[in-house]
């Protein structure tokens, strides 16, 4: 049973998703891909990125946010973009809890962000800051997830 679940929603870059395909297995959650995605699964970079330990990762591809939550029916969720109102520091994360993160280019489409409105969570940071590389926030939100439910030792 994963400790928690990481969905990455149409990443762009594959060291960034081969970077937390590594924080996964470092924490005990399992990745999820919704396609489209902007690299082959094969990519020398995925793997470069997540190095020897994308054979010990649990993961998944699926071909669309409805089949992925048919997938995850029943489990909590949690949003993550620049445009919540809420900090991470502010929920209170569960083991078994899911976390969504949008691609680099793009993030989360706005009508999953408006229709999760009141699960959506942002990471703090100043104005002058566009956005956050997608595997330091996966990161970060990841272990404060860990420190929360007291998950590794």
């Given amino acids: 049973m994963p400790l928690f679940h990481v969905v990455l929603y149409q990443p762009d870059i594959p060291q960034n998703t081969g970077n937390i395909g ?13 396609r489209p995605l902007g690299f082959r ?5 995925l793997k ?6 994308w054979d010990h990762l649990d ?11 048919q997938q995850l029916a029943g489990r ?12 991470v520091w502010d929920a209170p994360f569960e083991a ?5 993160f949008g691609s680099e280019t793009r993030g989360l489409p706005e009508s ?17 800051v566009r ?3 997608l595997a330091s926030t996966v990161n970060t939100v990841l272990y404060e997830g860990v420190r929360q439910v007291g998950g590794l030792q």
């Fill in 112 to 128: 999953l962000r408006a229709a999760h409105a009141h699960q959506c969570l942002k990471l703090p940071m100043h104005d002058e």
């Fill in 22 to 34: 590594r924080s996964c297995v470092a924490v005990g959650a399992k990745l999820w891909l919704v």
């Fill in 96 to 100: 078994g809890d899911v976390f969504f």
């Fill in 131 to 133: 956005s956050l590389n």
């Fill in 59 to 69: 993961w998944q591809a699926v071909d669309s946010w409805s089949e992925l939550e």
């Fill in 48 to 53: 470069r990125a997540g190095m020897d330990y």
């Fill in 76 to 87: 909590r969720f949690w949003l993550l973009t620049k445009f919540a109102d809420r900090l």
């Fill in 41 to 45: 699964l094969d990519d020398r970079y």
